[in-house]
Structure formats: C-alpha cells, structure tokens
C-alpha cells in the first residue's frame, strides 16, 4: 500500500484476495454468485426428473464454471509469494477440489463419484466473509468456541460413554425384530434418541426397553443445557473482556480496566 | 392531547391507533375477538366435515368479517393524516390482505386459493400488542435479537454449508431406495437430523449412512449451543445495560448506580 | 412454639401441615409412600393384561388409599383454623379430586373415566417438597420463570402466529393425501416441526413442501435460542442479586448493596 | 517424591496409578489402546454377518484382553496399599466387571447375557481423564453440575408430574388403536413428546389428542430453558469466581480484583 507504483502481482492479488478496493469487491461478488450457481446447477442435476431434461445442458454448464475456476485457480497461484503455502493451505486444497473432480470424471469412468465433492465448493464463500466485516463477529465466535472446546469434549466423551453402554443395555433387553440387530444398530439407534433426534425407525417395544429409553430421553433433555451453559459462559466473559477494553490508563497506556475502577490497576495511576 | 375540543378526526385516530382512552380499549378488545373469531371460522371450515355441514354458515360469518375489516380498513385510511403512507406500510398491507381474497375470490374462480392468505390477519393481533405495556418487552427482545443477527447469520451459514456438503455425502452413500433420491431431497434429510427434528421418513439405512447420520446428530445436538449463547449473552448485556442506565454522580461523576440508589457508591455523595 | 401446653389442633397441624416435628416427617414419608403407591397402582391396573390378572387385587388396594385420603382430609379440614379456606386453596381441591373419583365411579356407572382423576394424587407431593430444604430453590425457580413470564408470553404468541400463518400455508402447498387434509391438522404438523418433535406421521412430499418445511425446521432450532436466553437472563441477575444481598447498612440497616460498594447507596453511610 | 530409593511398590504405583512418569504415561496409553480394541471387537461380534465370519477369531481377541486387564488388575491390588478399599471403589467394581463376564460365561451356559457387561469398560477411560490436564475442565464442569443439582431434581419431578397427568388425560383422550393402550404406554408417549424427541410410534388421531399434544409439544420447547438457565447460571457464577479469586487488597482489604491486578482498583495500593 506504499505510494509508489503497484506491481501487476500486487494488483492482481489485491483484487482476487482483498476486497478493500472496488475491483476486489466486484471479483469478489462474482465469485460468490458463480459458486452458488454451481451448486444449485450439481444439486438440481442430481434430481432424476430434471437430469433427464436438461442433463446435457447442466453438463456444459458445469464445465464453464470448471474452465473459469481453473483459471480462478491459477491467478491465485501466480498472484500469491508463494504458490506452494497457498495449494497446501485449507483454502488452496477446497480450490483444487472445485475443479479436479470434472477433470478427473473425464479420464477415470468410475471417478463419476467424485462429482458429489464439487459440494465442497460451498466453503470458499467463508474466504470471501473472512474479508468483509463480519471478521469480528466470526473471531468472537470463534474464540468462544475454541476456550470452551476441552469442556466440549469432555462433554462428548461422556455422552459418547452413556450413548454406548446404554445402547449395549438395549441390545440385551430388546429383541432382534424391533431392530436392535446388534451392538452398533443400538448404539445408532441411543445417539438418535439422546440427542431427541427420533426417528421412529428403530424404537423399543418391551416394557423394559421403554423403560430405560424414558430414562434416555430425560437425560438427553436435561443434558442439553450442559454444552448450551459451557458456550454461554465463555461469550458472556468474552463480551465483558471486550467491553471494558476499551479505556487506556493515562499512566501506563494499558486497557482492560473494569467499568467502575478508580485507579489503572497496572500502575496504580488515577484513571 | 390539549384542553381544546379535540377535532373528530383526532378523536377517531385516538380509538383505532391508540388505546390510552376507553374507547380505545373497547375498539381494541372488539377487534381483538373480531380477528380470533375469523381465524377460528377459516381453520374450522377447512375441515372437511365440518364443511360440508356448516359450510354456508361459515361463509356468511366471513362476510360479516369482511365487510367489518372493510370498515375498519376505510376508518383507519380517513383517521391518518397521510393515508398513503399507511396505505404502503407493514400493518396498513396486513390490513389490506385480510379483507382483499373475499373480494377477489368472488371475481375470479381461480382466487379461491387466496383465501388462505386471511391467515395472515393474525398479524394484525400484533398491531394491539404494540400500544400495550407488552412494549418494554418486545422493545427488549427486539434490540437483543437486532444486536446478536450478524452472528446468528454466521451461524446460519455454518449449519447451510455443513448441511449442504453433509447432504451430497449422503447422497452417495446412501442408495436411492433408502430415500436420498437426489441431493435436494439429502439436504433436506440433513435439515431434519441437524435440527434434531427427525420425521424418519427418510432414514440412514447403510452402516456408513447410519456413521455419519450419528455424526450429524451429535453435532446437531451440540451445536444448538451456540445460537443460544449469542443470544443469551446479547440480552444479559442489555439487561445489565438497562439497570444500570443513566445516573451520573454529580460528586464523582461515576456511572452504574442502581435504580433505587439515593447515594453515590462510591463517594457517598447525594445522587 | 411456646412452653405451654399445646392444644391437640395444634399437635394435630404440626403432624399433619408442617415437618419440623418428628411426627410431621414420619407423616410426610408416609404419606409420599401411599401416593407413590396408589399412582403405580392406577397406571398398573390400565395395562390389560395386569388388570386381566390382578384387577380385584388393585380393586381392594384402591379401597384402602381411598379410605386412608379421606381420613387424611378429614384430619386437615379439623386440624386447620379456617376449614372452608382449606377447601377451596389449591391442595384442598387437590386433596378432594384424590378421593372423590373412587366414591363417584360407584354412584355413577358413566363415572368411570373419572378414575384417571386420581393422577393428580401426584401434586400433592410438592406440598410436601414445599415444606422442606428445597423451599429456598422453588422459589428461586418461581421468582425467575415470574419475572421472565411476560417476554415468554410474547415468544409463545409470535410462535402461534408462525405455525398459524405457516400451517396455512402448507394446507395450500401440499395435497391431501400427504396429511395436510385441513388447516388444524396442517397447524398440529407445524407445532410438530417447530418444537423440533418430528413424529413423522405427517410429512412433505411435494419439493415446495420440504422447502418451508426446511425453512421452518431451521427457525424452530433457532429460535429455541430466545425462551433460553429470557430465563438465562433472569436467573443470573437474580442470581447475583442473591449473592449480594447478605451485607447489611450500619446506618440504616437496610440490604442488597452491591460487592464492590463503599458506601451505603440508601444513607450514604460508610459501610 | 523424594530423593531415596523409591520401593517397587510406589514404582508400580507410580506406572499404574499416576501419569506424572514417562512409563506412567506408556501404561495409560497402551491401556486406552487395549480398552478401545476390547470395546470394538465386543460391538463388532454383536453383528451376526461379523459373528459368523470372524466369531472365532474375537473369541480369541477377547480372551487375550481378558488375560491382559487380569494381570492389570491383579497388580492393582498389589500397587496400593489398601487393595480391599481398592477393589470396593467405583473403580475397582469397574475393573473387576471388565474381566468377570468372560470367565463366569464358561462356567455358566446361562452366563451369556453378562458379557454385554464388558461395555463397562469403557468408564475406565474415565480414570485415565482424571490424571491429565483435563482434571480442571472436568472439576469445573463437575462443582456446575453438582450446585444445580437441587434445582434440576425439581425441574424432573415438574416434568415427570407433568408427564404422568398428560399421559393419564391422554390414555383417556385417545383410543386403543392409536398406541395409548395403558397409562404406562401413555407415559412413554408423553416423555417422547414433552422432550421433544417424537418417535413417531404412537401418535395421537383425534383432535383432542392432537390438540393436548401441540401443547405438550409447546411446554416442552419452552421449559428445556429452565435446566438450560440453572446450569449456566451456575457456570457463568463459577467462572466469576474463578477470576477473583483469592487477592485481597493489603490497603483497603478488598477482595474481587483481576488475576492480572497489579494494584488494588479501588484505592490504588499495591497489591
């Protein structure tokens, strides 16, 4: 951003990476409407009906927006320092898989599988908020979520620990027919009734497992309030840190005083 | 609000928009009961037993209605000072939506599916709530969800993306028989298991479908967590806000005094 | 309590209304033991197979608390001072529907359903609770769920609005024979998506159908948010409220200052 | 700890009971190891296709860890010094189930069911938590839980109250047909709804049942607020507890200053 004449690079980068300038931004909101045609264009191709109607017109369709995200691909790679960082990096390896699987359909005939990663292409839209000004709403929620992930896991691991011995209590109280096959099915069948999913494909039947299931779905309605309680009370002590952050002590210039303190409590200086 | 006569344009405008008077109150409670009853005669005669006996009774009974709301919507238009305005706003279409269908299906055979749009005379109740002392209220829920939406609508995106990319893996996974005909139709799968609403009218049936299902419930489960913190965070920072509001010592000149205070805490001087 | 001699009513109210006495908690045990009872009784008996069985057995158990309760109530109305007062509070209407059923069911032949009546014999165990340690925590829960009921009024009426209006919709949207047969059951599926239920006895075929049905699956899991956050809230102002309220002004006595208060916020006195 | 020759009993105890030590933490983690192995080849067997194919060889599997947590066990009770207090504690009862199952499975035919049993082991995860730097998370997440737990227990006997009375109207409300064919089953139903995890096996027909059920589906996503509030009330008190803890100011001997406090924020001491 120095005065002087900007390289072409520095140009190019600013309008693929920044989105500061109107060039950025205009690139930026192209790109957003490509991926989501794209990928209203894989979904809508993937229904029977419409496939056998506008198949070979979705498949033209496709190799358009593959032939300009090849390009997309490219000038990304000329425009950064360092093309290497950028392919190995989580965005540089989404990019590569919004265009390799078309390629690859092309020579392989049973990589037509693959198509299904094009889907992955929805996730480059998070590069372009990365850039806009919802950056300080993600950071926030962002690191709430990353100080409370042990608690969470812990959660999980518990949950998981219930999920499993109680389903192997299930496959020895229920019968086979009622779906409770084996330990698997059952524990399959204790996370959808844990987490007050419920399906009502597999559900029990003898007393006993009716039963014990009430028991599950209590402890999955009250449980719920543990995750919920652990992320609230990291935003609420994240959103109190942020708001007395702001008055900078006269004496020593640090910030984070609480609302109602008198004296700097770093230098003891009167604030 | 003066002591001059009130001219009958005000004294109109103060019993259709307003309810500090009582014929304010009995204007509202009367359209309160007017819009309930209506309601109640649209749902009752969709009912196709009910129909077919009391079918003419309702009809005549929605006319009534209609012709009331017809009124009232002419009343309303000659109360305001800008009747276009009120004519283009929010509540001033509402009004309109309720009485235009009865109008409209009359005139053309093909509008009776409009008839459903009375429904939306239910907002209408809203307009009552507004001037009540339910204010302070909605005005609370209200700036609290307006303060925490940039980071329900990060969420948002998170759960479309995961839904979408999850959704397309399905797809493949699972086979056509089991009910993941098409991407649309996975991605809708993947809206009722994340939100732990699980119809089970279409349901994992492969052990790997049922693997990763698992992992959409928990995560479904988990993650519930977060809109809930936002929001919860949002409305315990108005709330202390809004206990705390205002009050300057004229001593010190700290804020955060409580409501009912008559001393500084913390030089103790007169509030 | 005074060192005179008690009256016998007295005796009578300690044993019967109140648990600081030995007598009053040997009553109140027993008295938790025969409502358990004769509710697993009554649930009991309704299982056919069971009532096939052991029918007369349960016939002559319900006898028995029936008999046991009137004595019981007999026992309050002469233990209390204003009898008639009694009768008509909440417990005491509570404490007649346990009895009267029985004796109705065999003046009555029609009579019988009222025997499910008996299921209310289970409140009368909080007035139990209410007398014991766990006053302090039902009143923190009743004070919160108080002071949160008007914003939960307000969430409750925006949800009936949304399930009304959307109900509606899918009564348009979708046929007949898909289980949106009228504008009631269309509005009991959409309470059923809302809540996040799911039963899955009625569902969306049509591709517009599964559309507002995402829609308003997504809705429902994130609004769930805001009754959360309302009670959140007002737990933890009332929570430190609580905390805070210990202190006691030298000068004037009174309560509630805040942790970090110097002076007294009502005299200004220091504390 | 200290700098003589530790005895080879507090060398095993070391290894065994404690993670502080490189062959400490070898034990832990070739324990987990063990443990997760055990645990999938007991699932993986519990299917039929697997059982028939591999049965033999998870026979062996399974007798090679049985060996393996006998001699774990066995040198537990050598390693501390009170091997009876040991073998009474929770985990003791834990480790002694993990082997008892397969050796009781030989001498008795009908033995069989128990080695569902050996899904227990999993809790043993639970001891390795303890020693590592998840203690604190789990100690947090435990004292949360534990000062809530009264307000929980009457929020259950509310829902259980609620569950019983609904489930008792609605056993008279809907027919035999439609599921509710004894108050228990009614019960059942009435947990599936209010928790909002809605299998979708029984399912109310009449409108009334509907009707009943749109409200218990109402109250039960409205009152999943209330354990939600307890719980992280309790945590966001415990985090502010956390932060203040301890520091009291030698100047004006105030306590609640920050953990990053230098001087007292109230009379500007040093701290």
Known sequence: MSFQTKSWRTK???VIFESNTLGGKIFDVALLVCIIISILAVMLDSVATIHLRYGHFFYIIEWVFTFLFTIEFILRLIAVKQPLRYAFSFFGIIDLLAIVPMYLSVIFVGAQSLLVLRALRLLRIFRIFKLTHFLSEMSFLGSALRSSIKKICIFMLVVLTLV?????????????????????????WAIVTITTVGYGDISPVSPMGKFIASIMMLLGYGI???????????????ARLKKHSGDTCPGCGKEGHDADAVF??????KL
Do not use: N, R, W
């Not at 009622?178 to 099915?185: E, H, Q, T, W």
């Not at 700097?264 to 200086?269: H, V």
């Open 164 to 188: 499993i011995i109680l389903g192997s209590v299930m496959y020895l109280v229920e019968s086979e027919e009622s779906g409770f096959g084996s330990i698997p099915d059952s524990i399959y």
């Open 264 to 269: 700097c409590k770093f230098c003891g200086e």
């Open 12 to 14: 190019l980068q600013e």
């Open 224 to 238: 719920i309030a543990v995750p919920t309680g652990i992320v609230t009370t990291e935003m609420v002590s994240l």
